[in-house]
Each structure stands twice: as structure tokens, then as C-alpha cells.
């Protein structure tokens, strides 16, 4: 039997909170310092808004529907309390709509929330995934991904990142973000690990609380937005890094390691979180406690009552429908176990009839209501949804707040790391002629990575990503354009006619589960990608320096390639901004040192191809990382390319 969770199903409704008194929320997670002081006038509202409301309005509220799948008139009609664009969903379905259009959309949902024919009218929220930047939007400055900012190791850097993010996405009329994610991914085969800052839960936990500071700010200007803390818990630490899979940690694990990011988001006053879509089951305790979505004691009695957490938690898209006995538009069991606003592909209108329901035939009690929705109104007033409309942010429409070039710059600065560097190949004398090669030097879209535009990011070309800058138009403009030519196989040109080699090269685009190493597979970058060691094979060797540039979504193994480059750089999934890499590659005036390589491993570099635990003699730790001036000299590393793993 699950001894843990039956504690759990006993509810004792006592006013707002369901009080989940169980073995989890008694042990030893951390005690926080609360956000936000008690503000009796903000209750005291709350309270007489909910007092007002019919059943239908209340379960309205907690319903968040998709964009493409409600009109404004069923927004008014069912007193709809969200939508969300789902990752590449763009008002009207155009994937370039200005941010003028994002408003306009914004602003009719809205009004649509407000004309209802209920007491009080209480303004919609509409969500989106802006992850690394407000990557549904064209034109838009895309970040790196979290994998590379964790490289950065820098606090500062995340916030301010989180207070640019904030103003594009008001810039749509947006007001809240599913982000950060906090996983701390501990397998590579899971295809979000790049959505992890670093399998260091304390690098985790500094950056969430500056993200989310950096994103919500006081919640009071009008270029903040609501953060979500998500994945919760232990969304990192699936057993062979299976997407939606089961976490078998210890409750012991959950609370050092997958814990630490929401103890700091709590604390900077983080006012929504994601539950997760994986199940945790205690292996060694012999309990499992089956999908987070479902597990009240995790949701209510540890995040809500002994983390303080008084915020609202929102499921992910249909994650409702995996716990056991639900579907996607019915799942009593989720709600009483503490989720609070239900994320909804298109099930939106059956959810609404089925939840009526299960109150009136008494699967989901009132109280357990009322608090999903008190909370739902502490978090809309808190960030002023009452008094702003979204078309009246000073940012509204602006395609200039989309953008933050010179941060982003900065940011992939921070975030690349030097792993190899043989005879000082790095940097690149100014003056030098240069061959470029490798299928992702002229590619945005590699450079960008998943949650770009589109959810996968793919089905777009360089021409979604205006004012970006891919590392070919980089180098041409840091080197002189007649100094640099570009052959992408590298079998057109002589390399030995150059005085340097750059070869951009890594993963094509992917999100979730589309990005997992499937069972077997292996970390052999190369045996995925031939095209990228054929390119390399086509320029090494010819007397001139090989500096290989690699865009990946995680450290895979890649001896063959590192044994064939003088230099290899860790480039992660940078985003727009790929002048932030000829910053590094070239130096700035001869004979004046221009910047350094300053990003460290935040995540620990595979020796094998079947190593998925790197916890013990990786080829490089967490923390490594090279400058310009180290005198390092790397030998040949052992290659033996195994395509698949037992
Ligand atoms: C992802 C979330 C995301 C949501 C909305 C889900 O599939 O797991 O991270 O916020 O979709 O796009
Ligand atoms: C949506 C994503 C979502 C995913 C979940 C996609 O169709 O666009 O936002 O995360 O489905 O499977």
C-alpha cells in the first residue's frame, strides 16, 4: 500500500486551506522566509469577490483554454479565468504577427473577461512560454537557453535577462510567463535538458530567485509579468531522463536536490507553478506516489502549506488526463489534490460541465473551490490586472521592447566555454582570412534551438528570426566580409589556403519527449549527426587551426570530434545574438585583449558514449572551463563511437 498518500486523502477543510497534515509535509524541507506580509485588506476583497460568485463563475475562473480553441464571446459566456498560446500558437495563427496584433488580441479577451454578467468582472490572464525571451515571437531577441546561462554563473546576468523577457512579453499585452523552468536535470537524454540551468541544485536555486525577481519585479510597473516556478517536483530527475517519466528518488532527493529552485522562487514571492507531468515513485521506500499532477501531499501539503506558497498552481497542457482514472476534461483528483487552474489543449468546454458536476455531486468539495479561486484573485490582484489593461502598458505594440540585442550579446559571452584550446588557436588575429563551415554557422534556427517561433523549432528559416545575427554574419563583420568565406561541407574550398578554421556545427532543433534520447541510444553526437564529423574530416589536418563551435542542447559525446579540432568551444543553444561569439572567437585590435572566455560547465561533460551518469569521471567536471591565457594542451582523447547502449 502507498501509506504516505492515504494520510494524504484525509482532508480536513478548515476555511481556505485543505490542511494535508503527512509524512512528506513533516519532513525536513527548509522553513522560508514568507514574500509577501499578511495584507488583511487584499483577503478581505478576495473574500467578497468569491462570496458573490456562482459555481459557474468560480470553475470558469479556474479554466485556462488555448487560443486557437475559444472566441471572446465563450470568454465572456463561461467567465473564462485564462488562455495561453501554446508553444508556436500566434493569435490568428500567423506566425508573424507584430506585437501590435499580439495586443489587440490581448485587449479583446480581455474586455470580453470584463463584460460578463457576473457581480464583480474579474480580468482574464493569458499565459505564455517565454523561455529564453519571448520566443513565440517574431522579431523578437531570443536569449540562450537556460543550459547556457547556467555556464554564465551569474546571478545578475539571469535577472536582468528575467526584467527584458518581462517587458517583451508585455510589449504583446501578455502578463504572465510559464518560466523559469527550475528543473535540475540529472540524465542528457532527457530532450528539456537545455531548459535546466545546471545539475547544481544550488546554481538552481541562486538563479531562480533571480529570475523571478527579474520577471515579476515589484509586480507593480508596467514591464513585469507574472513568473511560474515549473516544473514541480523533479521533473529533472526522471529515471534514463524519459520525458513526462518517473522520477524514483528518495523524498530525501526531492528536498536537496529537485527542491532547491522553488525555495528561492518562493521567497522572491513567485506567484504560479507548474506541476509536472512526471510521477514520483520512491523505489527504495517502496511507495509510489504516481503523477505529480495528482499527489496532493507534494501540491498541498508541502508546497502550499509547508512552503507557504500562496500563489496558484496550474497543470500542465492536459496533464490532468494522465492521472489515473481521469481524462483530460474530468479529473476531481487533481483539484483536491491541490491544482488550482487547469491548462487546457482544447477540452476547455467539457472541463467546465464535468468539474460542475463533480462539485455538485460532491467529488470536489466547495472549499477546495474556493480556495483555487482565492488564490487565482490574489495573484490578479497582486499584479494589478483590475486596474492596467494590456494595451496600456508604456511598452505595448513596440517592436523595440521585444528587443535586447547588447544584453543577449552579453549573455552568450557569458554562457560559451573554452574545452580545448592546443596551441592557442583561440583567438583569431584580426586581419585573418578565415574559412567558415558547418551546417549551423548561416542557421538561426539551429542557433536558436526548440521553443523558437515554433515549439520544436523547426519549420522556419532564417527569415523568422529578423535583426538576429547568425556567427557567419558575425565573423564577416567582426573579420571584414572579404576575409571570410563560408562552404558548408567544407569540401569546395582549400583549407589550407586560410589562415584559420571555424566549423559551427550541433543539433538540429528539438522540445520534450521529440528531444529524447530514445531507449539505447546513445550520446554519440556524431552517429546522429555524421554530416558534422564529415565536415570536420573535410577541413582538420591541413596545417591550419580547427576551431569548432558547438550548438548543443546538452554535453554529448564527442571525442571524435574534439580529437579532430585545435579548439572546441560549448556554445549551447545561444539564440539570436551570434556576435556574442565572434566577440570571443576573434581578438578585438591586435595586440589589445579583447574579452575572455569566462563560462564554466554547469553541467558535467560525458568520457563514453553510454556514460549517463556523470557524477563519476566525466571527461570534464562541473566548474571546468578554459581562458584565453591558460596553456593547456589536451591530448588525443579515446574514441570509441557506440551508436547504442545496453
Ligand atoms: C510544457 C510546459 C509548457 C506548456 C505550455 C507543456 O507541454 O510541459 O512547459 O509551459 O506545455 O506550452
Ligand atoms: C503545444 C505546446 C505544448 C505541447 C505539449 C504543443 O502542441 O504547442 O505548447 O507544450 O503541445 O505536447
Known amino acids: 500500500m502507498k501509506p504516505i498518500l492515504c494520510a494524504a486523502l484525509i482532508f480536513g477543510i478548515t476555511g481556505v486551506a485543505l490542511a494535508t497534515q503527512t509524512a512528506a509535509s513533516d519532513a525536513a524541507w527548509p522553513t522560508l522566509k514568507a514574500h509577501a506580509v499578511p495584507d488583511a485588506a487584499l483577503e478581505a476583497r478576495i473574500a467578497s469577490i468569491v462570496a458573490g460568485m456562482t459555481l459557474a463563475q468560480k470553475i470558469g475562473q479556474m479554466t485556462q483554454a488555448e487560443i486557437q480553441t ?62 529564453h525571451g519571448h520566443n513565440n515571437v517574431v522579431g523578437a531577441t531570443l536569449f540562450p537557453h537556460n543550459m547556457g546561462l547556467g555556464a554564465a554563473h ?48 544550488m546554481l538552481v536555486r541562486q538563479y531562480a530567485g533571480a529570475m523571478v525577481e527579474g520577471l515579476q519585479g515589484d509586480l507593480k510597473s508596467d514591464v513585469n509579468v507574472v513568473a511560474t516556478a515549473k516544473h514541480y517536483i523533479g521533473d529533472g530527475g526522471t529515471w534514463h531522463g524519459v520525458d513526462q517519466g518517473e522520477n524514483r528518488a528518495s523524498l530525501q532527493t526531492l528536498i536537496d536536490v529537485h527542491g532547491q529552485g522553488y525555495y528561492s522562487a518562493i521567497e522572491a514571492g513567485v506567484q504560479t507553478v507548474m506541476a509536472s507531468f512526471n510521477s514520483w515513485n520512491d ?45 483530460n476534461d474530468d479529473c476531481p483528483q487533481a483539484i483536491n489534490a491541490g491544482i488550482d487552474m487547469v491548462m487546457l489543449s482544447k477540452d476547455w468546454k467539457p472541463f467546465i460541465a464535468n468539474t460542475l458536476r463533480d462539485v455538485n455531486e460532491g467529488r470536489i468539495p466547495m472549499a477546495r473551490i474556493d480556495d483555487a479561486v482565492s488564490r487565482i484573485l490574489r495573484v490578479k490582484l497582486r499584479a494589478g490586472l483590475f486596474d492596467h489593461r494590456p494595451e496600456q502598458s508604456s511598452v505595448a505594440g513596440k517592436l523595440e521592447a521585444l528587443q535586447a540585442r547588447e544584453l543577449a550579446r552579453r549573455a552568450v559571452r ?43 523549432g523547426d519549420q522556419t528559416t532564417n527569415a523568422e528570426f529578423p535583426g538576429g545575427t547568425t556567427v557567419l554574419a558575425a565573423l564577416q563583420k567582426s573579420l571584414g566580409a572579404s576575409h571570410v568565406v563560408f562552404d558548408e561541407t567544407g569540401t569546395h574550398a582549400d583549407a589550407a589556403k586560410f589562415d584559420a578554421v571555424i566549423a559551427v556545427i550541433g543539433e538540429r532543433p528539438y522540445a520534450e519527449g521529440a528531444g529524447d534520447i530514445k531507449a539505447k541510444g ?4 556524431a552517429g546522429r549527426y555524421p554530416e558534422d564529423l564529415a565536415a570536420l574530416q573535410a577541413v582538420a589536418g591541413k596545417g591550419k587551426p580547427l576551431v569548432t563551435v558547438f550548438m548543443s542542447g546538452r554535453p554529448l559525446y564527442v571525442n571524435d570530434l574534439i580529437n579532430l579540432s585545435d579548439a572546441f568551444v560549448a556554445a549551447w543553444l545561444p539564440g539570436t545574438e551570434g556576435s556574442g561569439i565572434a566577440d570571443l572567437l576573434v581578438q578585438e585590435k ?57
Not at 301 to 317: H, I, Q
Request: proline share 5%.
Open 70 to 131: 475559444i472566441t471572446p464571446e465563450e470568454v465572456t459566456r463561461y467567465y473564462i479565468g485564462s488562455v495561453l498560446n501554446g508553444g508556436g500558437s500566434w493569435p490568428g495563427k500567423n506566425m508573424h504577427g507584430t506585437a501590435a496584433d499580439w495586443v489587440a488580441l490581448a485587449k479583446t479577451y480581455r474586455d470580453a473577461s470584463t463584460h460578463t454578467d457576473a457581480k464583480v468582472q474579474i480580468p482574464l490572464i493569458w499565459g505564455t512560454d517565454a523561455v
Open 154 to 201: 551569474d546571478p545578475e546576468l539571469v535577472k536582468a535577462i528575467g526584467q527584458a523577457t518581462a517587458r517583451a512579453v508585455r510589449a504583446s499585452g501578455v502578463d504572465w510567463t510559464f518560466a523559469p523552468t527550475l528543473a535540475v536535470t540529472q540524465d542528457m537524454r532527457w530532450g528539456r535538458s537545455y531548459e535546466s540551468y545546471s545539475s547544481d541544485p
Open 283 to 327: 523505489v527504495a521506500a517502496g511507495a509510489d506516489h504516481g503523477k505529480m499532477h495528482g499527489n496532493a501531499e507534494l501540491l498541498t501539503g508541502v508546497l502550499k502549506n509547508r512552503l507557504g506558497f500562496d500563489g496558484f498552481v496550474v497543470s500542465d497542457w492536459d496533464g490532468i488526463g494522465q492521472v489515473p482514472g481521469c481524462k
Open 414 to 456: 557569458e554562457s560559451l566555454v573554452l574545452l580545448k584550446n592546443n596551441g592557442q588557436a583561440l583567438p583569431i588575429a584580426p586581419g585573418s582570412r578565415v574559412l567558415v563551415v558547418g551546417k549551423s554557422a548561416n542557421n538561426l534556427v539551429n542557433q536558436s534551438g526548440g521553443w523558437s517561433v515554433t515549439w520544436q
Open 522 to 525: 546513445s550520446l554519440w553526437h
Open 590 to 646: 591586435r595586440g589589445k585583449p579583447g574579452f575572455d572566455f569566462t563560462g564554466r560547465l554547469s553541467f558535467a561533460w560525458p568520457a563514453s558514449a553510454c556514460q549517463f551518469d556523470t557524477t563519476k569521471a566525466p571527461l570534464w567536471a562541473r566548474g571546468s572551463g578554459l581562458g584565453l591565457r591558460d596553456q593547456n594542451t589536451l591530448p588525443q582523447l579515446p574514441v570509441a563511437a557506440e551508436a547504442s547502449c545496453e
